[in-house]
């Protein structure tokens, strides 16, 4: 399967006609979650209406690190097989991973001040763990830009991204490990979810919307990033004739 | 029509409003480098053709 994707001739095949799919798809799925979180779930029986917020919070988090996890398994593929388009991937994966580390850090500082009288505290592990993940998200476009060759720059973001790894289990298992005013998992645990299921449905058709989203975006951006190359090559073949 | 919340309006706004300038924002930008990058490729292509 790897190797039928690793074609960049095949891979802007297929993602050329999964582009349209993947973004419409996306867009009905995120606008059903949404109507859901407006104007069908009813207020939460403590935290009111606030809790509403928890649809584009919840996916946030878990794109966040979902797609860190991407860029550290893309880059380890490039780091062993040396694959461009594993590193096109991992390049692609930065900028919405930040995003939605981004939106994850806001929305849950607007949160917190209504359901915990506070917008951040700085001893609770979870919090600090995904402002963590954030900078490092910087951190990779920074020094992939701050590079003067391209492999030079998929050398350093790849140790990077694979060392900061690390971060995304920290992140998952804070609540558990650590004090935090966050709750523990209510939704990926060995048991099943707590979460009631007028809540639990159009959260996961929401994350799945937001997966299908960023999926459609490193398509895109690969799509941007193979387009490149492509011109460089000629540029460089116009160049030396 | 607005939907009517019975408190705390004012944080679902701001958190879904600045979501949306995110991910509007990023979807923008995504969408016009990769327009960019094949309008630049098709002119060079044109111009290799020709040459």
């Known amino acids: ?241 | 029509m607005l939907p009517e919340f019975q408190d705390h309006a004012p944080y679902i706004y701001a958190a879904y409003g600045l979501a949306a300038l995110t991910l509007g924002g990023l979807l923008s930008v995504v969408l016009l480098r990769a327009r960019c990058a094949k309008a630049r490729l098709e002119r060079l292509q044109r111009q290799a053709e020709e040459a």
């Open chain 1, 1 to 241: 399967m790897i190797q039928v994707f690793a074609n960049p001739h095949r891979f802007m095949a297929f993602s050329k006609a999964a582009q349209p799919w993947l973004y419409g798809l996306a867009g009905l799925m995120i606008a059903y979650s949404l109507w859901q979180a407006f104007y069908v779930v009813a207020p939460e029986l403590y935290q009111g209406d606030s809790a509403r917020i928890l649809f584009i919070h919840v996916p946030a988090a878990w794109l966040a690190m979902a797609t860190y996890a991407g860029m550290a398994v893309a880059s380890f593929v490039w780091f062993i097989w040396r694959h461009e388009l594993a590193d096109t991937a991992a390049k692609a994966l930065a900028p919405i991973g930040a995003a939605y580390t981004a939106i994850c850090l806001y929305t849950g500082a607007i949160w917190g001040k209504p359901t915990w009288g506070t917008w951040w505290q700085w001893d609770d592990a979870r919090m600090v763990s995904v402002l963590v993940l954030f900078f490092m998200y910087l951190g990779y476009m920074a020094i992939r830009a701050a590079m003067d060759t391209r492999q030079k720059a998929a050398r350093a973001g790849a140790i990077i991204a694979m060392v900061g790894a690390i971060n995304v289990p920290i992140i998952k298992f804070s609540v558990d490990i650590w004090a935090s005013l966050h709750q523990p998992a209510s939704v990926v645990r060995l048991d099943g979810p707590t979460m009631d299921p007028s809540y639990l449905y159009p959260l996961l058709i929401g994350a799945l919307g937001h997966t299908l989203l960023m999926t459609a975006l490193v398509f895109t951006g690969m799509r941007t990033d193979v387009m490149t190359r492509r011109a460089d090559a000629l540029l460089l073949r116009q160049a030396t004739t």
